[in-house]
Every structure is written in C-alpha cells, then in structure tokens.
C-alpha cells in the first residue's frame, strides 16, 4: 500500500515546526496540521495584555541552528507574545516550513492501520492521509479550560479567554471588568488590565505565589556576550533539573542560618524570576524548608499591600513552587489601587454567572466584560480532543481512564508508530519548554530514522516497559512536595479528571540520560516488526 506521507505531525507550535523541519533534513515526506491561520501554537493563541514567557528570552529559544542563534535579536529579558511569535514566524520563513504546514485545519481522528502498519489520519476540513508515523506537537496548555459555571451563557457583554484571547485585541478602556482566577496568566494581565478599566474585580479560588520578574531591555553588551558563549550557556542548562541556566544553590535552607537564608532569597528576589526555587535544594523536599520561602513571599506582600487584610487574602496558604511559580510585573501593587478589588471564592465556588456578572458569596457583582483565566485542560487535554484509536480500535481515552500511561512520555503500548512530543511522563512543563522540545523531536526524528535503517516499518512500546516507567514517574513526584496541592499537573482544575502527576519530575539530565541508554541498548523497551 502507498501512503500518503511517511509522517504526520500535529501542531505547528515549537515542536512542530522543528519536527517538520528536522524529519525533512533526514528525507522524510511530512505533513504538517494546524488549527491556527499561523505557526506558533501557544504563543499563537495566548494573546492577552501583558502575556509573556517567564523564562528569559536567550533561554527559551531554539539551539539547532547556531545562525539562527545568532541573527535573531531578543529584545527584553523576558519576551512579550508578539516579539515570541514574531520569532516563531522567522523560523518559518526562515526553514521554509510553511509548503508543508496545512493551517486552519484541526485533526479530528487518528486511526492505525494494524494490517498496513499505518495512521489515517482525518481533519475538520475533509482531509483523509495515510502516514506511516503521526507525531503529536500539541502543546502541553493549548486546551482551554472554560469552567462550569452555572449560567456562562447568559451573560450579555462579552466573554474573553486568556488561552483563545481575540487577535485584534481587546480595549477595556473605561469598562468595568470581571476576572476569573488568579493563576500565571491572571497574575500577568490584570495589572495590564487595571490600567485601561475603570473597575476591575478579580474572584480569586487559591492565591498564588509569585516573584517579580525585574523585566528589562536587553543590555547589547550582555546579548554579544551570551551570543558568543551560547554553547557553553546551552551546555549548563541542559546540566540543570529545569533545564535553565540558573544557579542552584545545593544547600538546605534549614541547615542554613536564618540571617545567611535570608540573604540568598533576597538576592535572589532582586534578581527576579524562577530561580528563586532555586534558592536552596530541599524547597520541595521539606516542609519545613519550604516554608522559610513561603514565609519571605508572605513578608513581601505584606511590605507591599498596603491594607493588611487584603495582604493576608492575597498570600498563597499552600507550598510555594507545589503549583507552578508565576513571574509577574507589579502584581500585588495592582491591588492597592481603589478601583481594583479582591473577592475570595475559595468557601464556595461562585454560584452563576448572571446576565449583568456573577453571584457569589451570595452577592451579585456586575461588570461589562468578563476574563476567564481559568487555564487549560493541561497536558493531556488537547490530545484526547482528537479520537486516536491504536490496536483494536481502543481509544486513548480508554487507554487513559486511570491517568496518562506513556513510555517516557514519548510513545505508548498498544499505538504503534505514534509520537507524542513533550507527552505526559516527560519533564516537559516542569523544564524550559524549548530544549525539551528539542530533546525530543531529535530523539523521535533519529527513532523513526532507526525504523526505515532497519527495513522495519512499525515500533510499539512494551506494556513492561510503559508500566515500569509510569511506576517511575510517579514514585518521583511522590517524593516531592509537588504532588501535594490541586494544581493542573495533576489534572486537580478539571471537575472528573483522574489525579495523577503527569510531567516527570526527575529531572532534565536524568530524563536525557534514560532516553539515551535506551537508544543504546537498540531501543531498550520498544519491538518492531516488518
Ligand atoms: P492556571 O495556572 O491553571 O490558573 C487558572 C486560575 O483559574 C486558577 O487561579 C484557578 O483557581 C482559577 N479557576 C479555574 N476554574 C475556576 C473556577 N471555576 N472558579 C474560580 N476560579 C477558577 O492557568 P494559567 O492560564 O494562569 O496558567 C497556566 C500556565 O501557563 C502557567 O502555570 C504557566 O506555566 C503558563 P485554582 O488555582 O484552580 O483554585
């Protein structure tokens, strides 16, 4: 049987566009599906005031091309969504991606061929292919997260989602504005937001903690310098669990003295950015030791709200670094302003949104224009929003009733010939996104190109080797206090979704390390057939 293509990839987002681009290097036939009218998958979509990557823009960025490296010039230490997808988009051009990219069109349904060893692969658009491999770029928060609340339909102005924001924008310019959570993307636009509105009301379900980014222009001096040591800076990331060039200090904050701990987080926090979980190595691994850092958040906020009340609603009660950090920009000064309030919805979930707001705590609030920034059905939603059916037509969401099961967060039994890049069981969201990426499509790229050296033209994961790396995964998280709040890693803000640490934790060094030695060991874990 002739097939289409011998690869189909899914998503035209970071991993995507380098899948495209690498499998094309090595003389596959490939085509791209992508739901957007343009590349860029995340940073497409997020569009809204004040969306920015909170790892430093030499950071998150792409390492195959050293001219790419080179030519591109970052603007500010922590790039906007414009300037990230205005990136995005040189790279397209600039590898000539586009002719092979499909845009506007989402892949519905996945189906593997057993007697053909071979996906059909379907799209809202009519398409109908047949690839030897599909590899999903998806993204880890690309599926949206509209909460249920009661009577969302019914209000009359408009209704944003920080995730699908409107690409021409949003003026809010005398309005009064309503928003819904108070995670990362929250902590980033409403400071934005109270700058246009005439009110704005923020329901916030669980604090969150937070440190300032000290965003700047880049300084040209220190770009020519980390563009003449790129690879040396390349090299220190990838040594690191997060894979970021930041340093850790391997000393525990309780076996520090109060005086000396206090120093680190300091000048750490005047530093800005992620790396202040990075102030001392036991910070998820003891209570006690994560509370010194939860406890100098809490000074801080309380150094700048001005209103001691509303200081103590805004301080996160849970382990600082258990949800994901967020990095923001004059947060908690937004909220000294008089035409910005707080309203806690932790008691009890707001009760409907009505025609004119939304009740809760048995008031009624009203407001022209309601903000969802209620996140994503994180890492494995937007993957079950396409029917994959592997071996005996068994979907992955039936694979997935008990939680994600993959081998290395790369392949699953039972779906022979399908990828998933930064899947769940991989370091993904717990790591710079962009070198895990990069991990990643060159291990898929060099798989498939392992498959055709050898004449095969199908590899399956083992059931053993799934179940002994799933064991592994959790056993990591269950060492760590990061399993022990509701955050999306474990799937807590989705009512009905199974409860299970989906990224692996063990870290970016030890993650590479696994995925080599079983391409050493002639593909440790996984059987082909021809
Ligand atoms: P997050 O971090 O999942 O934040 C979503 C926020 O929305 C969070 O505060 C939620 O409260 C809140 N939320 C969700 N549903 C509701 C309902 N029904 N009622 C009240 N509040 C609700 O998403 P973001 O987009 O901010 O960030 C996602 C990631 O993107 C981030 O971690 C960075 O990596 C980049 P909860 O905490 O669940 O109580």
């Known amino acids: 049987m002739s097939l289409d293509f011998d690869v189909v990839v899914i998503g035209a987002g970071f991993g995507g566009m380098y899948m495209l681009h690498r499998l094309r290097l090595k003389g596959f036939k ?28 030499v950071q998150y960025s792409y390492q195959f091309s050293p001219e790419l490296q080179q030519e591109w010039e970052w603007t500010e230490r922590y790039a906007t969504q414009p300037e990230i997808l205005r990136y995005a988009n040189h ?73 699908n924001w409107p690409h021409e924008g949003v003026d809010f310019t005398g309005k009064t504005v309503g928003v819904i959570g108070t995670g990362s993307s929250a902590i980033q636009s409403i400071p934005m937001i109270a700058r246009q509105a005439s009110h704005v009301t923020v329901f916030q379900r669980t604090a969150n903690y937070t440190v300032p980014a000290h965003n700047k222009p880049l300084d040209p001096d220190h770009v020519r310098e980390v563009k003449a040591n790129y690879p040396a800076m390349r090299k220190r990331a990838k040594a690191t669990p997060p894979g970021i060039d930041f340093k850790i200090n391997m ?22 950015g992620l790396g202040f979980m990075a102030s001392f190595s036991d910070l998820l691994l003891n209570d006690e030791s994560n509370k010194t850092a939860a406890e100098f958040v809490h000074a801080k906020i309380r150094e700048v709200v001005k209103d001691p009340e509303l200081a103590d609603r805004l301080s996160p ?9 967020c990095v923001d920009t004059g947060y908690w000064a937004t909220f000294n302003q008089p035409h910005v309030a707080l309203v806690d919805v932790s008691d009890q979930p707001i009760e409907r949104i009505t025609a004119e707001g939304l009740r809760a ?12 920034a209620t996140g994503f ?35 699953m039994a039972g779906f022979p010939n399908l990828f998933t890049i930064t899947g ?43 179940e002994a790396w799933v064991g592994h995964v ?51 874990g996984f059987s082909l057939s021809f």
């Open 30 to 57: 490939v085509q791209v599906f992508e739901t957007g009218k343009g590349v860029g998958g995340t940073w497409y979509w997020n569009r809204y005031p004040g969306a920015r990557c909170d790892v430093e823009s």
């Open 91 to 163: 790279v397209a051009d600039r590898f000539d991606l586009r002719r092979d990219i499909k845009f506007e069109t989402r892949v519905t349904k996945a189906t593997f061929d057993e007697g053909a060893h071979a996906w059909t692969v379907e799209t809202d658009k009519g398409d109908r292919v047949t690839a030897r491999f599909v590899v999903t770029a998806l993204g880890c928060l690309s599926s949206p997260n509209t909460p249920r609340i009661p009577g969302l339909a019914d209000f009359k102005g408009p209704t944003y989602h920080t995730g």
């Open 251 to 272: 000393a525990s904050a309780m076996a520090t003295p109060e005086a000396e701990r206090q120093r680190e987080f300091q000048e750490r926090w005047d530093y800005g």
């Open 317 to 325: 009660r849970n382990v600082i670094g258990c949800k994901r950090l």
């Open 361 to 372: 705590n048995g008031k009624d609030y009203t407001f022209d224009c309601l903000v969802l």
């Open 377 to 411: 059905d994180a890492m494995t939603g937007a993957l079950l929003r396409i029917d994959i059916r592997g071996r005996d037509g068994r979907s992955l969401e039936e694979k997935w009733t008990e939680g994600p099961k993959t081998y290395l967060g790369l392949t």
């Open 424 to 466: 769940p069981g991989s370091p993904s969201v717990l790591t710079n996104m962009l070198p895990s990426i990069e991990q990643h499509v060159e291990w898929i790229a060099d798989c498939i190109e392992y498959v055709r050296s050898r004449g095969a033209t199908l590899i399956e994961a083992s059931r053993d080797a799934e």
């Open 474 to 524: 959790g056993e990591a998280a269950g060492a760590t206090l990061r399993s022990s709040c509701s955050s999306w890693y474990i799937g807590a803000n989705i009512p009905g979704k199974p409860r299970v640490f989906m990224p692996y934790i063990g870290g970016f060094p030890a993650y590479i390390e696994r995925c080599e030695a079983v391409v050493k060991n002639g593909y440790e």
